[in-house]
T-cell receptor, first 115, second 115 residues
Framework: EAGVVQSPRYKIIEKKQPVAFWCNPISGHNTLYWYRQNLGQGPELLIRYENEEAVDDSQLPKDRFSAERLKGVDSTLKIQPAELGDSAVYLC?????????????FGPGTRLLVL | AQKITQTQPGMFVQEKEAVTLDCTYDTSDPSYGLFWYKQPSSGEMIFLIYQGSYDQQNATEGRYSLNFQKARKSANLVISASQLGDSAMYFCAMREADSNYQLIWGAGTKLIIKP
């Protein structure tokens, strides 16, 4: 079974430029998460989707970040314009089912460097 | 207040020795789950093991076991017979039933296995 796929793996851009990350979850997983992970820290949730619906986006900086999950499968996270502080690893995860036992499976992440 | 505390920022362990990574948590929710993830330098977050608050036995998965002490609110990860490939960051995380199922992460422990 294929895991969570993310692209690109690495991205270097100049500040004020736009950038987009793509995620394809594990087949059949209806829940999709985007996280940001700064160096030396645990992941920070940006947004959670249940199928097409964004059910938790309280941590998403909506002035510059946007996300979509059309058709409830793959998802795109966009930053426009990027700032120096956006340099981080952006992780996508997916899961099936609900409850405390729900296990999230992660992709390899996209390492973003903003110059 | 920190909900997940990992007190060991870094550890060095000799190959083939057992290693214990500490995790304490804080919750008043009787229903919760605890997770351990491994993050190698490649960046992918790999699920290792899960323990539910109502589980009667400590979880085990191959060389990984969880020393779950509910009264002390600790969920330490034990890796038996460590290998060079175990060198990575290790994160403890918790999900509470009352928290909209958000995963709360610790700061991680960097484990280095010495040959």
């Amino acid at each position: 079974e294929a895991g969570v796929v993310q692209s690109p793996r690495y991205k270097i851009i100049e500040k004020k430029q736009p950038v987009a990350f793509w995620c394809n979850p594990i087949s059949g997983h209806n829940t999709l998460y985007w996280y940001r992970q700064n160096l030396g820290q645990g992941p920070e949730l940006l947004i959670r989707y249940e199928n097409e619906e964004a059910v938790d986006d309280s941590q998403l900086p909506k002035d510059r970040f946007s996300a979509e999950r059309l058709k409830g499968v793959d998802s795109t996270l966009k930053i426009q314009p990027a700032e120096l502080g956006d340099s981080a690893v952006y992780l996508c995860a997916s899961s099936s089912g609900r409850g405390v036992r729900e296990t999230q499976y992660f992709g390899p992440g996209t390492r973003l460097l903003v110059l | 207040a920190q909900k997940i505390t990992q007190t060991q920022p870094g550890m060095f362990v000799q190959e083939k020795e057992a290693v214990t990574l500490d995790c304490t948590y804080d919750t008043s929710d009787p229903s919760y789950g605890l997770f351990w993830y491994k993050q190698p330098s490649s960046g992918e977050m790999i699920f290792l093991i899960y323990q539910g608050s109502y589980d009667q036995q400590n979880a085990t998965e191959g060389r990984y076991s969880l020393n779950f002490q509910k009264a002390r609110k600790s969920a330490n990860l034990v890796i038996s017979a460590s290998q060079l490939g175990d060198s990575a960051m290790y994160f403890c995380a918790m999900r509470e039933a009352d928290s909209n199922y958000q995963l709360i992460w610790g700061a991680g422990t960097k484990l280095i296995i010495k040959p």
